[in-house]
């Protein structure tokens, strides 16, 4: 199980170091930046984009908007012909639903700190060595 999960992270990370560097190149290439350059700073911009998202994503709070189609919601029609208060309807999020939550929050979290690293490694101001 655990196997399969870390095939999946690895191909999602892959593949954010892949589509991260490709769209880099072709705006640098549109704007006349030297390749190394844009690709580092793709990486450093998209890990810092997904570091926020997990940020955000993780700190969601455990209450939740109902839907349209439960039982408890009250929809525009229903405010209109005095079928409630008018205001959002919460209810509190499932065990499964926060779990979900925490998870994606890891998830961006680990490919925001892997492009953010690779900008590093791609970074030819600093030399590792």
């Known amino acids: 199980m655990y196997r399969a999960a870390l095939r999946r992270l690895v191909v999602v990370v ?8 490709l769209v880099s190149l072709s705006i640098g ?6 390749p ?4 580092t700073l793709g990486f450093y911009l998209v890990g810092c ?19 349209e189609g439960d039982p408890g919601s ?8 005095g079928g409630g208060g008018g205001g959002r309807r919460l209810r509190w999020a499932t065990l499964n639903e926060q779990d979900e939550t ?4 890891a998830v961006y979290v680990v490919i925001g700190i ?16």
């Open 36 to 39: 190394g350059r844009a690709v």
């Open 14 to 21: 892959f593949g954010a170091i892949v589509g991260t560097a």
């Open 74 to 81: 009250t929809g525009f029609l229903g405010v209109i012909f």
């Open 114 to 129: 892997v492009l953010v690293f690779a900008g590093f490694l791609v970074d030819s101001r600093h030399a590792l060595f």
């Open 49 to 67: 984009l997904f570091l926020l998202a997990g940020f955000f994503t993780g700190n969601r709070g455990p209450a939740r908007v109902r839907s």
């Open 102 to 105: 925490i998870n994606t929050s």
């Open 29 to 34: 290439g549109l704007v006349g930046s030297s």
